[in-house]
């Protein structure tokens, strides 16, 4: 995730923070698999955080990809893993859509492509299915007896990029995300989907934002008399100016949006609203989609504080370093800042808690909470005695309106447990 060479002066100065916040996105990815691998000692991949043996699931490439043209950025197939439904889950369908943060730039995308979010060549043959995809019920109390789907992300633009946006010169690279999420799906129609009786899509920070892209599309696929919802984790990405005051995530989400044409995926009413390249962000578009949606996400979401709020391009001087990758390193003044960031989420949401749309808005300072302990179990956070699974299985069985909303940090013992 590198700078690309632009004409001006003006993109110059876009592509460096921008660079600097893909490469600070690669380490913290990097970071993270490393430290859930580490901290399992096993040999398992990034996904895995639960010892259960029997969740280890492998990887099967797309069959129908030669024919639909759905190709990783390097032109590989792409993948999915697959565990069936069992019991009374046999006929209900839980999809994950992975995450990965997004490639903005030709030579960012040029780096992804050799690696296993940008090549099925370089992904792991199995991987763990923790969280919400555990097929242990004490771990997973709802969803563990259901057929349960992880779409491998290996397209760099939330599974939205378009091939007329492809170069006809020597670039190679591929932009099919959107052709992955329908021939993926396709696949999984024809795998039994398309008799489910009960669906949720899923999915985590860039596969967050897939989510409610595509969860619309999710619902139109499937049985009208089934039940269907989406779920997104860690995807509400903010479009708030860095405490420089530049508009780095909105350049960035600007970049990501021009280079594969994923205008074309986005909200259909946003874009003949708005700028298109602004309708990649949820807030401009989740109140519109039809189909119920629930949004987990901290107010100090781990990802968006290093990235939006404080990227290192607005911490020349380095009274960041420590804060903004570990909240109880923040001053008295910076905790005032963060506040202020967990104001602008919740005015961001205002439209959508207006309609009864389902929150968990923590205080935790994590990132993707679904696919680990913090779904479910003692070590989970909670809001009013509740983790997510339990907020998630009330709005998703019994139709409530679920507006989980944590008082601000530091007030949730719960929290200590995570971050
Ligand atoms: C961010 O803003 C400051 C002033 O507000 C400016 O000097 C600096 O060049 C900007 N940084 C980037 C990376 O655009
Ligand atoms: C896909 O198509 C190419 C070109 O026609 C062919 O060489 C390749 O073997 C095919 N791959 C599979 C898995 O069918
Ligand atoms: C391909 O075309 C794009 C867009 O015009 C350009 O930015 C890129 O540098 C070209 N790549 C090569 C290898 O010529
Ligand atoms: C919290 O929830 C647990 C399990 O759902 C329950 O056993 C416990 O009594 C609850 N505690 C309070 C204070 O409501």
Not at 335 to 361: C, H, M, P, T, W
Request: net charge neutral.
């Amino acid at each position: 995730m590198l700078i690309n060479h632009h004409r001006t002066v003006r993109w110059r100065k876009w592509n460096r923070a921008v660079a600097v916040v893909s490469v600070f996105a690669v380490l913290l990815v990097l970071g993270l698999s490393l430290f859930l691998i580490l901290r399992n000692n096993t040999r398992r991949p990034a996904l895995s955080t639960s010892d259960t043996p029997s969740d280890l699931v492998p990887l099967t490439l797309l069959r129908n990809a030669n024919l639909t043209g759905a190709f990783c950025l390097d032109g590989s197939f792409p993948g999915y893993h697959f565990q069936k439904g069992f019991g009374s889950g046999s006929r209900n369908w839980l999809l994950h859509l992975q995450g990965g943060a997004w490639c903005n730039s030709i030579a960012s995308c040029s780096e992804r492509k050799a690696t296993n979010l940008g090549s099925s060549k370089y992904m792991e043959q199995e991987v763990n299915f923790p969280g919400i995809l555990s097929s242990d019920p004490s771990q997973n109390p709802d969803f563990f007896s259901w057929n349960k789907v992880v779409i491998r992300y290996c397209d760099g633009a939330s599974f939205a990029g378009r091939p007329e946006s492809e170069f006809d010169n020597s670039t190679q690279l591929f932009f099919r995300g959107q052709l992955i999420w329908e021939a993926a799906t396709d696949e999984l129609l024809s795998l039994g989907m398309s008799n489910a009786r009960q669906a949720l899509l899923t999915g985590c920070s860039a596969g967050g934002l897939a989510t409610l892209i595509h969860c619309d599309d999710f619902r139109d696929i499937l049985p009208k008399n089934a039940k269907v919802k989406c779920l997104s984790d860690a995807g509400f990405f903010l479009n708030e100016n860095d405490i420089a005051g530049n508009h780095t995530i909105e350049s960035f989400f600007h970049d990501v949006v021009e280079l594969q044409g994923v205008s074309k995926s986005l909200n259909k009413d946003c874009v003949a609203k708005k700028d298109p390249l602004k309708c990649f962000f949820p807030q401009e578009f989740t109140s519109s989609i039809t189909t119920p949606v629930f949004l987990v996400n901290s107010a100090y979401d781990s990802w968006q504080i290093p990235n939006i709020l404080v990227p290192l391009s607005s911490d020349l001087g380095g009274d960041w370093s420590k804060c903004r990758l570990n909240i109880h390193s923040c001053s008295p003044r910076q905790i005032g800042i963060l506040q202020g960031f967990r104001n602008s989420l919740l005015k961001a949401l205002s439209d959508f808690l207006q309609i009864n749309g389902g929150v968990f808005i923590n205080s935790c300072f994590v990132h993707c909470q679904t696919l680990a302990e913090t779904w479910h179990g003692p070590a989970a956070p909670k809001i009013n005695n509740k983790s997510i699974a339990e907020s998630v299985g009330d709005w998703y069985f019994n139709d409530k309106i679920v507006q989980q909303i944590d008082c601000p940090y530091p007030c949730n013992p719960t929290c200590d447990r995570v971050s």
